[in-house]
């Protein structure tokens, strides 16, 4: 997470009842200014911070873990009634890791937000990772721990960390791709515009598979 004060709250309660089946919530922080750590205090196992970079705080988190599963959640995405019941069900059916399906939510949406438009960008999202058995973060990858040390974590790159990630990954088993559905917010499209966003995105997935670096991408995304 970073400055999300205005939600981390919704976030993090809708994660007790997980809690209370004996799963391990860890935030991690990459220098928030606006109080979000001490929000989250008293709603998770551990708070940490780490450096500013979803490889760097997922891997900090993971690391800081004490059970054999692990699951990246965004701060802004929540999961499906009973993820852990079916994780635990994919990974009993013999694969290393997975990820589900994925929807945007329309809490942030305004009355003019092109609805029909996005839900064709996550139809279109989980038809692309089903195919190619590439995750994005959206998408809440989970992993067994042994997998995801073997692979050596997230790479240590400003940007497709995720997508690196899941080329190692799939080296380990397939991807379970579940289609229960997790619940992301659109703020980023909404911000950057529907269409525009979506013209970013595959240009910067095809740059990356072209090998420009993940440095220059990140200059290029402005991160």
Not at 111 to 128: D, G, I, Y
């Amino acid at each position: 997470m970073l400055n999300e004060a205005a939600r981390i709250d919704a976030t993090l309660n809708a994660l007790a009842p997980l809690r209370h089946r004996g799963c391990e919530v860890i935030v991690v922080d990459g220098g928030s200014t606006d109080g979000t750590p001490e929000l989250a205090q008293s709603l998770a196992d551990q708070v940490l911070t780490a450096p500013r970079g979803r490889a760097n705080q997922q891997n900090a988190g993971a690391y800081a873990a004490q059970h054999d599963l692990l699951l990246f959640l965004h701060a802004d995405t929540e999961l499906p009634e009973g993820a852990d019941g079916l994780i635990g069900e994919a990974i009993a059916r013999g694969a290393a890791w997975g990820r589900f399906d994925v929807v945007f939510g329309d809490a942030d949406l305004p009355r003019a937000a092109p609805a029909k438009t996005l839900a064709v960008v996550a139809t279109m999202m989980n038809w692309r990772s089903r195919v190619s058995g590439i995750a994005t973060g959206d998408q809440c990858i989970f992993v067994r721990r042994d997998a995801f040390l073997r692979v050596g974590g997230f790479p240590m790159q400003p940007l497709m960390e995720d997508i690196e990630l899941s080329r190692q990954l799939k080296r380990v088993s397939a991807p379970a791709c579940l289609r229960a559905l997790v619940t992301t917010s659109p703020r980023r499209w909404l911000a950057y515009g529907v269409w525009r966003t979506i013209a970013l995105m595959w240009w910067l997935r095809l740059a990356y598979w072209l090998g420009v670096s993940p440095q220059r991408l990140a200059r290029w995304y402005g991160y």
